[in-house]
């Protein structure tokens, strides 16, 4: 996978912009933003720059983009699978209703910005393994200090087994070590600890990456399957034909979905994607077979041109 910036240099592999942050109103500055690099636990972090809008940065690990945040107006979101993943938060209660949401994997809290701008008073979790990029993000991007957002640095599986039963309304999962997602968050027992987590009511939803032939992303349908007896799958239409490769959005739950609302705002979205459910899915899934912890695997790696 090709690196964006080369190494970093200084002290600690940190090469910083010359730039400031407003600590107080949690904004950077106007002072001639630039590309800040830093070594964290997974690799080279970047936070680089939005041109066309003022507080805007885009993260990216060893040149992989994981999120894009606009301090000003955190409701925005640029990546076409995390504006499924808003979609999806949007559609799970009545407007302005607070929700308890479990997030695995932090990034730079795109989502949970999202759904404390979205949903004020929700209560978060976000669930990130690596430390040093927890405090990258914290420090350059900050979190709005009234938003209920707690930042534990664990490994998901390990933070989820904590969360108390019957607790989330929703179970975001958006993990990725080195472009891939572990193995150990790919499993029917995974699947069922998020189940215990979740309310009766509750929805879980995944950000999956892979490319032609689609086995993981079919093998992890089956999986959901398994534990979860409504499903739906959003994605670009180039990814679910087998055509390249790119990021699907899973969701599941004990009770059935609002498929139709989903479909149109996935089908009417900047990026237009589809929404696969029901027969259609079945089809899609074509027999695979459900992934255990014994046989389990991590995702696909992108190809090199994935990030190009």
């Avoid at 193995?183 to 490319?211: C, I, M, W």
């Avoid at 079945?282 to 027999?287: E, Q, S, Y």
Wanted: aromatic content about 4%; glycine content about 8%.
């Amino acid at each position: 996978m090709a690196r964006r910036g080369g190494s970093s240099g200084g002290a600690g592999g940190r090469k910083r912009a010359e730039r400031t942050s407003d600590r107080g109103s949690g904004r950077i500055s106007d002072r001639k933003p630039e590309t800040l690099a830093e070594t964290v636990d997974g690799g080279l972090a970047e936070l680089i720059p939005d041109r066309e809008r003022a507080h805007a940065w885009t993260l990216t690990l060893d040149g992989a983009p994981q999120s894009h945040v606009d301090l000003d107006d955190p409701s925005y979101l640029s990546f076409a699978y995390q504006r499924r993943i808003g979609h999806i938060a949007d559609l799970a209660a009545p407007a302005q209703q607070p929700l308890h949401v479990v997030h695995l994997g932090g990034g730079a809290f795109t989502l949970a910005r999202y759904i404390a701008a979205t949903r004020p008073r929700s209560t978060q979790q976000i669930v990130e393994l690596d430390a040093a990029l927890v405090q990258l993000v914290r420090r350059e991007l900050p979190l709005d200090p009234q938003a209920r957002i707690r930042v534990r640095s664990t490994d998901a599986r390990a933070g989820l087994a904590k969360i108390p039963d019957d607790w989330a309304d929703l179970v975001i999962a958006d993990v990725f070590g080195g472009a891939r997602t572990p193995a150990h968050l790919t499993s029917a027992e995974f699947l069922t600890d998020v189940r215990r987590v979740l309310k009766p009511t509750g929805q879980y939803v995944a950000n999956l990456a892979d490319g032609p032939p689609l086995a993981h992303l079919r093998g992890q349908i089956a999986t959901a399957a398994t534990v979860f007896p409504e499903l739906a799958l959003a994605a670009d239409p180039a990814v679910l034909r087998g055509r390249r490769f790119g990021n699907a959005v899973l969701l599941a739950s004990a009770l059935p979905l609002k498929v139709a609302e989903l479909t149109r705002r996935v089908a009417t979205d900047p990026h237009p994607g589809r929404v696969e459910h029901g027969k259609e899915l079945v089809d899609f899934t074509g027999g695979a077979a459900a992934v255990s912890d014994a046989d389990a695997r991590p995702s696909p790696a992108p190809p090199p041109s994935a990030f190009q």
